[in-house]
């Protein structure tokens, strides 16, 4: 994975709520097996019609919002546990999800993958799309090692929770055996000290 770096970008908002996997990639599109190409078909029913043109009205089709931010609505990433939707989500170019509260299994898939889950409260949630709907360009700032999201305007810094195991992987870009392989020496040097043949 690539490291996790501070970010300082304009956010997508996609108020819905209860946004299941199978709507961030259908299962049709789950027959590859490695992660690429998988942005392609994010959202693919809301974004595209059956001829396959764009449907002007999903956010994603609006150049009015970009950003590594994705900011969605209460109980993102619910339904069935496909690994895909963090995979689409980050193909896509998308670092971080924001919403008020994110589904088990997502949420540990998207730190699994590099996609940080950030959860805020309702009200801070309500106030994030509200900064973006007054100004879509607006950046908020997510630094990880801080474990802060900065909002536009107001400044306003807002922490966030993460497991301190997922945040180093997050930020050296490991998975878990890089993690286990980055602890090789201190491993080897327990084992010699309790007379292990390494």
Not at 58 to 70: Q, T
Request: charged share 25%; proline share 5%.
């Amino acid at each position: 994975m690539e490291k996790f770096k501070a970010i300082k970008s304009s956010a997508v908002p996609l108020p819905a709520e209860d946004v299941d996997t199978d709507q961030i990639i259908p299962a049709r599109f789950l027959k590859a097996t490695t992660r690429e190409g998988f942005g392609d078909n994010l959202f693919r029913d809301w974004r595209y019609n059956s001829d396959g043109t764009p449907k002007k009205d999903f956010i994603l089709n609006n150049p009015v919002y970009a950003g590594d931010i994705l900011v969605a609505g209460k109980n993102f990433g619910c339904g069935s546990s496909r690994e895909h939707a963090a995979w689409a989500l980050y193909d896509f170019g998308f670092r971080v999800v924001v919403s008020s509260f994110f589904a088990d299994i997502f949420k540990g898939n998207a730190l699994n993958n590099g996609l940080l889950p950030i959860t805020v409260s309702p009200e801070i949630l309500d106030e994030i799309f509200l900064a973006i709907e007054s100004n879509p360009g607006a950046e908020f700032s997510v630094d990880l090692e801080n474990q802060t999201l900065e909002l536009p305007v107001s400044g306003k810094k807002v922490s966030f929770d993460i497991d301190p195991y997922k945040k180093t992987c997050l930020l050296n870009g490991y998975d878990d055996l890089d993690y286990l392989l980055s602890l090789k020496d201190k491993i080897e040097q327990f084992e010699r000290e309790r007379g292990v043949v390494i």
